[in-house]
């Protein structure tokens, strides 16, 4: 079980291969994870909850392109920090591949929590090492790591564990939620409430509202429903005030809103009568309203499951100060992750690309999806590979719609580099270029 809502892994631990050649990072793997349990209970699982390679990748699996999931999808980077460490291409792409995706509302400071076993050079640590909290396993020699299992190896341990169940805590609590209104008075119904909130919360995503006596505060409601990824109300004897929090769901809710009518139930005359008007002056896109009717309990929770993986926040696809969006197609979705890797090397600009293109997408939300990318970011980057060019030249007039005030530019792969360097010959062919784009379209030095 994970403890961080939307992450695949609560914790990422990475480090250089040499370093573990005695076994030392698989011991500290292990007791950190007993550690942890004990501290936080059964919510955290050692085995769900940490990612180790060793451990977690099976035979035949892709090797990089696991880690690259499990690094993009885990809450918490534990790098091992070593001369090694900071010399291998490896766990440079670990590093880069987590910063590309935090979890939502989470800093980069909040989610890197480094240990170091060697001497390294300080020169070496970008900026977020550099300010990041960092532990010593150093023993006494200053040059070796602290035997495992000695006294002061377990205090240090411990000392750790600590500071992430208090950083895992944090980010838990900045998750977005899920928002289960009031249930009629029916014990079905009351307990049909408590089920689903168990299964929700077992999906690691927290409900809201607490109490549900705030549900009488107008205000209160409306914050909630606000901040919650996905709403959901019953149908069924409902009362004037779960009526009136579907409204104010459809208009405060950022996800979607799901109604619920139990097989079995019927609707009051109240309730047919404001249904009717209530979809009929529906002025939302459908896709952010469901109601359920004649679905089984375990059909109404595969739907949750569904809506929570298709609207879970990732703070990859936020371009919010974004200094540039990289754009492309799905054919060229690898070069554009490979050329993001490339200019983090050089650069120190946020720099994003359509994760997005990545997940099965309806036509709609694909647009949709477009549109808040497009606007996010200062610069604009065409990223012209494997894809046709009447699919990039579309994007390029809706970014132009989208956010005229942003430079964009082309950026050449092959296939046939020379034919489309006869159709873009002001385009874009190397890092170098890309880099020098960039620090203009800023007014920065790389």
Same mark, same amino acid.
């Given at each position: 079980?994970?403890?961080?809502?939307?992450?695949?892994?609560?914790?990422? @631990?990475?480090?250089?291969?040499?370093?573990?050649?005695?076994?030392?990072?698989?011991?500290?793997?292990?007791?950190?994870?007993?550690?942890?349990?004990?501290?936080? !209970? &059964?919510?955290?699982?050692?085995?769900?909850? #940490?990612?180790?390679?060793?451990?977690? $990748?099976?035979?035949?699996?892709?090797?990089?392109?696991?880690? +690259?999931?499990?690094?993009?999808?885990?809450?918490?980077?534990?790098?091992?920090?070593?001369?090694?460490?900071?010399?291998?291409?490896?766990?440079?792409?670990?590093?880069?591949?987590?910063?590309?995706?935090?979890?939502?509302?989470?800093?980069?400071?909040?989610?890197?929590?480094?240990?170091?076993?060697?001497?390294?050079?300080?020169?070496?640590?970008?900026?977020?090492?550099?300010?990041?909290?960092?532990?010593?396993?150093?023993?006494? =020699? !200053?040059?070796?790591?602290?035997?495992?299992?000695?006294?002061?190896?377990?205090?240090?341990?411990?000392?750790?564990?600590?500071?992430?169940?208090?950083?895992?805590?944090?980010?838990?609590?900045?998750?977005?939620?899920?928002?289960?209104?009031?249930?009629?008075? +029916?014990?079905?119904?009351?307990?049909?409430?408590?089920?689903?909130?168990?299964? /929700?919360?077992?999906?690691?995503?927290? $409900?809201?509202?607490?109490?549900?006596?705030?549900?009488?505060?107008?205000?209160?409601?409306? /914050?909630?429903?606000?901040?919650?990824?996905?709403?959901?109300?019953?149908?069924?004897?409902?009362?004037?005030? +779960?009526?009136?929090?579907?409204? %104010?769901? @459809?208009?405060?809710?950022?996800?979607? %809103? @799901?109604?619920?009518?139990?097989?079995?139930?019927?609707?009051?005359?109240?309730?047919?009568?404001?249904?009717?008007?209530?979809?009929?002056?529906?002025?939302?896109?459908?896709?952010?309203?469901?109601?359920?009717?004649?679905?089984?309990?375990?059909?109404?929770?595969?739907?949750?499951? *569904?809506?929570?993986? &298709?609207?879970?926040?990732?703070?990859?696809?936020?371009?919010?100060?974004? *200094?540039?969006?990289? @754009?492309?197609?799905?054919?060229? #979705?690898?070069?554009?992750?490979?050329?993001?890797?490339?200019?983090?090397?050089?650069?120190?600009?946020? /720099?994003?690309?359509?994760?997005?293109?990545?997940?099965?997408?309806?036509?709609? =939300?694909?647009?949709?999806?477009? %549109?808040?990318?497009?606007?996010?970011?200062?610069?604009?980057?065409?990223?012209?590979?494997?894809?046709?060019?009447?699919?990039?030249?579309? #994007?390029?007039?809706?970014?132009?719609?989208?956010?005229?005030?942003?430079?964009?530019?082309?950026?050449?792969?092959?296939?046939? #580099?020379?034919?489309?360097?006869?159709?873009?010959?002001?385009?874009?062919?190397?890092?170098?270029? /890309?880099?020098?784009?960039?620090?203009?379209?800023?007014?920065?030095?790389?």
């Amino acid at each position: 079980m994970r403890y961080v809502p939307g992450c695949q892994y609560d914790l990422f @631990i990475s480090y250089a291969i040499a370093d573990d050649c005695d076994g030392w990072v698989g011991q500290f793997e292990k007791a950190l994870g007993k550690e942890l349990n004990q501290l936080l !209970g &059964r919510q955290f699982s050692p085995k769900d909850s #940490i990612f180790f390679d060793k451990r977690d $990748i099976e035979v035949a699996q892709s090797f990089p392109e696991t880690l +690259t999931h499990a690094s993009r999808d885990s809450a918490i980077l534990i790098p091992v920090l070593s001369p090694g460490y900071l010399t291998s291409p490896w766990c440079h792409r670990e590093r880069t591949d987590f910063f590309s995706k935090l979890p939502y509302g989470a800093e980069p400071a909040g989610c890197l929590a480094p240990i170091q076993i060697r001497p390294i050079d300080e020169s070496g640590l970008d900026k977020h090492y550099r300010d990041a909290q960092r532990l010593s396993f150093l023993s006494d =020699d !200053g040059q070796t790591p602290i035997a495992t299992g000695s006294p002061a190896w377990t205090s240090r341990l411990r000392e750790f564990a600590g500071q992430i169940r208090n950083a895992l805590q944090r980010l838990r609590q900045k998750s977005r939620p899920v928002f289960l209104g009031k249930a009629p008075e +029916t014990d079905r119904a009351q307990n049909l409430r408590t089920w689903l909130r168990m299964e /929700v919360e077992r999906g690691y995503f927290r $409900i809201i509202p607490e109490y549900l006596q705030s549900l009488d505060d107008p205000e209160v409601l409306r /914050v909630g429903l606000g901040e919650a990824a996905l709403a959901i109300h019953f149908l069924g004897e409902a009362d004037d005030a +779960t009526m009136g929090a579907i409204e %104010t769901s @459809i208009v405060a809710c950022s996800g979607p %809103t @799901i109604l619920y009518q139990p097989f079995g139930t019927k609707l009051t005359t109240d309730e047919q009568m404001w249904l009717a008007d209530f979809e009929r002056d529906l002025k939302i896109t459908s896709g952010l309203y469901q109601r359920l009717t004649g679905k089984n309990d375990q059909e109404l929770l595969s739907v949750i499951d *569904e809506q929570l993986t &298709r609207f879970k926040p990732a703070s990859g696809n936020d371009l919010s100060d974004a *200094e540039m969006g990289l @754009i492309c197609e799905e054919q060229d #979705i690898a070069g554009v992750r490979q050329l993001k890797h490339d200019i983090a090397a050089r650069h120190s600009a946020k /720099v994003e690309y359509p994760e997005f293109l990545e997940s099965r997408l309806t036509a709609m =939300d694909r647009l949709r999806k477009w %549109t808040e990318y497009l606007r996010g970011a200062e610069a604009h980057l065409f990223y012209y590979g494997a894809a046709e060019r009447d699919r990039l030249d579309i #994007i390029w007039q809706k970014a132009q719609q989208s956010r005229p005030d942003a430079q964009r530019e082309w950026f050449l792969a092959p296939p046939d #580099i020379d034919r489309k360097r006869e159709q873009y010959p002001d385009a874009l062919l190397n890092i170098d270029q /890309v880099v020098q784009f960039l620090s203009k379209a800023k007014g920065t030095q790389p």
